[in-house]
């Protein structure tokens, strides 16, 4: 086993939750890598969705934007953003791959601003698709690159991007469609989940080497644990070649 | 109706469809009249100040680079601007010329985070509403179909929602509350495309990103473009045309019009350029001196293209990859 670092084994596990013949809108950065990573391994069928247009994009190459030429590279259809999103407000979209400044215990996200709204003390880039694409994938997957008690949150400063709002048949009272939202998340130390009957986030699975309590520490709010938690697998030989050599090689994630 | 919800945001660009329509029978011509022109020219007749602007597509993709740094040289201020953008909006932010930003995002993705847009918000010079990537585009889509709004099934349970100026009310059909979006009617709007003719008949390849909603919902449209094609041409395919004449006020010939940004099919993004910027954009100083080099010190995109320089752009050529 090589060594690796915690953007690839985020790619890697991120990867792996990208199911083949299925539909999954795909954001700048991780999800990317992901999508490309899972097409050369275990999901050639993916079917990249790119909110500017793309759809089915070979993903030869890596894109740097959602709207760049690889996104729409030897793909099945090129048409715009209206489409894209129309297409996943008629529930045709199955996962949704994003990530946040700020998340809490919902699966809510803040993309928007630290502070209060306006004037703020950061403003961050915005919702651009993300509010979209959580209102109307059937599973919303987001990534955190860090995993600590600055992003993971009781509560947000602005809630950008709908989770399950303040919990049980919020999204469905504020008129999102029903039976969607968030589904994991995925971060540099282990992997969660939305326990139903509360909807949420719980802690089911680690990273190697990284214990439980390591993960309550990191969290800022109650994080509920599974009965079990088992440990994710690290990244292959196959799949990090992959990564080095042909989806980043300019190095711009890894 | 019952109204659930109202957003707190500030409406920069009232929905105001009779006005649209009147701009249009009074102002706009349906006669196929050749409206080649400087980028001079274009600006100085169709951008005025406290206008609302749009552009398309976005900041590294397709952009209308050279109609933007254009509008800088003119100085242009007290902008409204739509903005899911990079490099256009940045560069706007950083010339001081924009009063309130519709914003959906505006960073640069793989890159980073925008500087200019921290500056300029962060210090309360720029109001901003917030809106989703769909959200703003649907806001286009409404103007395009000439209505007030559109109930749309987005934003909703949100902040984004409570600091846009949409509405939640109670759907009358279905009964299950749902969104509704101000229509937004542009005063003008700036898009670089592939092929034109000299009446304004335009394609582009690829993604269409939202050509059609806001190429429809803008009161002026300036397009530039790769390359200016015949009328035969455009004639023999259109079906290809996204954008008919009637449309368009000025047609502008921009080749490498999107640089930094890419061209699907000629011309790859500058990622040398693109990154250099940014490392300026956090120094305001610096950035002022990438506006004075790239902006103010060439009169015009032809020198903006030398100063480039032939090399340059031949290399991104080679870079796009085919089909």
């Known amino acids: 086993m090589a060594s690796y670092n915690e953007s690839e084994f985020l790619i890697c596990l991120a990867s792996k939750l990208m199911e083949d013949g299925t539909t999954a809108f795909v954001g700048t950065g991780i999800p990317m890598l992901a999508a490309a990573l899972a097409k050369r391994m275990h999901a050639p069928n993916l079917v990249p969705i790119f909110e500017f247009g793309g759809t089915g994009a070979s993903l030869e190459k890596l894109p740097l934007g959602v709207g760049d030429s690889r996104t729409f590279h030897k793909a099945v259809a090129a048409s715009g953003i209206c489409d894209i999103m129309e297409t996943a407000c008629r529930g045709f979209v199955e996962y949704g791959f994003l990530g946040g400044a700020q998340i809490d215990p919902y699966g809510n996200l803040n993309t928007t601003v630290i502070g209060k709204y306006w004037p703020p003390k950061v403003r961050l880039p915005g919702s651009g698709g993300a509010n979209d694409v959580a209102s109307f994938c059937w599973k919303t997957i987001v990534i955190m690159r860090k995993h600590d008690t600055r992003s993971f949150v009781p509560r947000i400063d602005f809630l950008t991007t709908p989770g399950y709002l303040t919990g049980p048949g919020a999204r469905e009272k504020a008129g999102l469609p029903p039976g969607a939202g968030p589904y994991r998340v995925v971060t540099n130390l282990a992997l969660m989940d939305f326990e139903p009957a509360s909807r949420r986030m719980r802690l089911i699975a680690t990273h190697p080497g990284v214990r439980v309590e390591d993960v309550l520490k990191a969290t800022g709010f109650e994080l509920l644990v599974a009965d079990k938690v088992t440990v994710n697998p690290e990244p292959t030989d196959k799949e990090l070649r992959l990564l080095r050599e042909e989806i980043d090689k300019d190095r711009y994630y890894i | ?323």
């Open chain 2, 1 to 323: 109706m019952n109204v659930i919800e109202s957003g707190v945001g500030e409406l920069f660009q009232p929905p105001d469809p009779d006005g649209f329509r009147e701009w249009v029978h009074t102002r706009k011509n349906t006669r196929m009249v050749d409206k080649v022109m400087s980028e001079q020219d274009a600006v100085a007749r169709f951008v005025a100040d406290g206008d609302y602007l749009g552009t398309e597509l976005y900041g590294t993709v397709r952009a209308p680079m050279s109609l933007v740094r254009e509008t800088i040289r003119q100085g242009k201020k007290h902008l409204r601007v739509a903005g899911q953008g990079i490099h256009e909006i940045d560069l706007l932010l950083a010339a001081d010329l924009v009063d309130t930003l519709d914003i959906t995002y505006i960073a640069w993705e793989v890159y980073g985070i925008s500087s200019c847009l921290r500056r300029a918000v962060e210090s309360g010079r720029v109001r901003t509403a917030d809106w989703s990537n769909g959200g703003i585009t649907w806001r286009f889509k409404a103007a395009a179909m000439g209505v007030p709004f559109l109930p749309v099934r987005s934003m909703l349970g949100t902040d984004t929602l409570k600091y846009s100026a949409a509405k939640v009310i109670e759907d009358p059909f279905t009964g299950k509350p749902i969104c509704l979006l101000p229509a937004l009617f542009l005063d003008v709007g700036l898009i670089h495309v592939h092929k034109a003719d000299k009446y304004g008949n335009c394609r582009v390849e690829g993604i269409s990103g939202f050509v059609h909603e806001m190429s429809r919902a803008s009161k002026k449209l300036i397009v530039s473009t790769e390359e200016i094609v015949s009328t035969d041409e455009i004639r023999k395919y259109p079906e290809q045309t996204v954008i008919p004449y009637y449309l368009v006020d000025a047609v502008v010939e921009a080749k490498y019009g999107s640089h930094p940004g890419e061209m699907c099919y000629r011309y790859w993004r500058d990622g040398e350029h693109l990154q250099s910027f940014l490392k300026d954009s956090a120094d305001p100083a610096k950035t002022k001196v990438y506006l004075d080099k790239w902006v103010y010190g060439v009169k015009n995109h032809a020198e903006y293209v030398n100063l480039v320089g032939t090399d340059r752009l031949r290399q991104l050529e080679s870079e796009i990859g085919g089909r």
